[in-house]
């Protein structure tokens, strides 16, 4: 059961994501600077393209455009990309990866940057895995790289290092920014990121030009993350078997109720469609069966009394239809903290048993409309009996999860 359907799930995520194929109306402009208003799938790049799909109207076949093909593409009030030969600095931002050289090595590339500011100085980002590179020009000046670079540094007679930075941008900025009523106090501290660069470069165009308005959507920080906080309630049916070498005890499939909260934070990058999520829920689970002594006809009664907190984490992936409606899958890891662990029986024979804290993988399909949602999920088998010898066991069976989003 379990193969089957973390089968199925890798096999939806990909079909959901290209039933979900959305064209947006967009313009590209070739090499010779010719313009074309067409219909761009828009995939939310993390990393900068080097190549994109279009269509030049609704029902024509999709084209590809090659970075090479095109100096420039982007959407209606959205994101844009303009291609550049930009010398880039690759070194790592990896603390393990570090030199001790402050000075930074270039590279000649050809790049599509993304513009987050367009005016009288124009700011520019580029992304590709953890490397993250802002750009700059001003009128009359080509585009170059803000120049940042984090270094291992060690003083004299010292084992020890710590990290260094080469903040060379700020310097850049100060020489570059000139305008009368622009506060170039506030470069002193600039940070390397986006958010503060770009308000930086909104205020000087506006101290430049009063009449200054961005229209580029998609400049949020590259840290910034959205929150879903939402009230869950869900039906379960679980079942619950013990090991004891080749002889088990079957105290059957139980129907019960679970509650919870679920915090889901929606990863910013490829339009939203993935979040973490973690989902704190109390469930409990009780059954008494009959269990034969293995030198007797005679039976004794064995009861499980168990509940608990579990604690599953995990990561989703929305495959929206429009703007309240969507699919999703998710799974991960669930770990169960126990809070009432007990398999007793009325024989003087055998002792009771202590269920322990255990982890396993869980796989769920589920539906949002609005602040309402609704899951199925379900959950591989956790021994719980894993700390003795001889013995094991396996709780596991599937819930239907209802949601209401909170925040």
């Known amino acids: 059961m379990k193969t089957h359907l973390f089968n199925i799930i890798l096999f939806l995520i990909p079909a959901l994501s290209f039933g979900q194929i959305t064209f947006e109306n967009g313009y590209v402009i070739n090499n010779q600077g010719e313009r074309l208003d067409c ?93 993250r590179r802002f750009f700059f020009s001003s009128v009359g000046n080509d585009i170059q790289q803000l120049r940042y670079k984090k270094y291992r540094t060690s003083s004299q007679g010292s084992r020890s290092s710590s990290i260094g930075e080469n903040n060379e941008f700020r310097q850049q900025l100060l020489n570059s920014l000139n305008c009368e009523g622009f506060n170039k106090k506030s470069l002193a501290k600039l940070p390397y990121k986006k958010e503060p660069l770009v308000k930086i470069f909104k205020d000087y165009n506006k101290c430049k030009n009063p009449d200054f308005n961005i229209n580029l959507k998609d400049n949020k920080s590259e840290t910034e993350f959205d929150f879903n906080l939402t009230l869950k309630g869900s039906f379960r049916q679980y079942s619950l078997t013990t090991f004891y070498n ?43 069966t009959e269990q034969s002594f293995s030198f007797s006809v005679n039976t004794y009664e064995v009861t499980a009394d168990y509940s608990s907190i579990e604690l599953p984490l995990g990561i989703r992936y929305h495959s929206y239809i429009n703007k309240k409606t969507s ?81």
Do not use: C
């Open 327 to 407: 699919f999703f899958v998710n799974g991960g890891m669930s770990y169960d903290v126990i809070m009432n662990d007990k398999i007793s029986n009325n024989s003087d024979l055998y002792g009771d048993l202590k269920l322990e804290s255990a982890n396993n993988p869980f796989f769920g399909l589920g539906f949002k409309y609005g602040n309402l949602s609704s899951e199925f999920r379900y959950q591989s088998a956790r021994d719980g009996l894993k700390n003795y010898h001889y013995r094991k066991s396996e709780f596991k069976g599937f819930s239907i999860i209802f949601g209401y989003k909170l925040l």
């Open 246 to 288: 080749a002889k088990q005890t079957e105290f059957g499939s139980e129907s019960g109720i679970g509650a919870g909260i679920e915090l889901e934070i929606v990863l910013p990058f490829n339009q939203n469609k993935w979040g973490l999520i973690f989902e704190p829920t109390y469930q409990s689970f009780s059954s008494t």
């Open 39 to 131: 219909l761009i799938k828009n995939v939310d790049w993390k990393n900068n393209p080097s190549k994109f799909e279009f269509k030049n109207t609704p029902d024509s076949d999709i084209k590809t455009g090659y970075i090479y093909d095109f100096q420039e593409f982007g959407f209606e009030n959205g994101p844009k990309y303009i291609r550049k030969k930009v010398a880039i600095n690759r070194s790592s931002e990896n603390v393990r990866e570090l030199d001790g050289d402050r000075r930074l090595l270039f590279n000649q590339e050809t790049l599509y940057l993304k513009i987050l500011v367009y005016g009288h100085a124009s700011l520019y980002y580029f992304e590709e895995g953890n490397l």
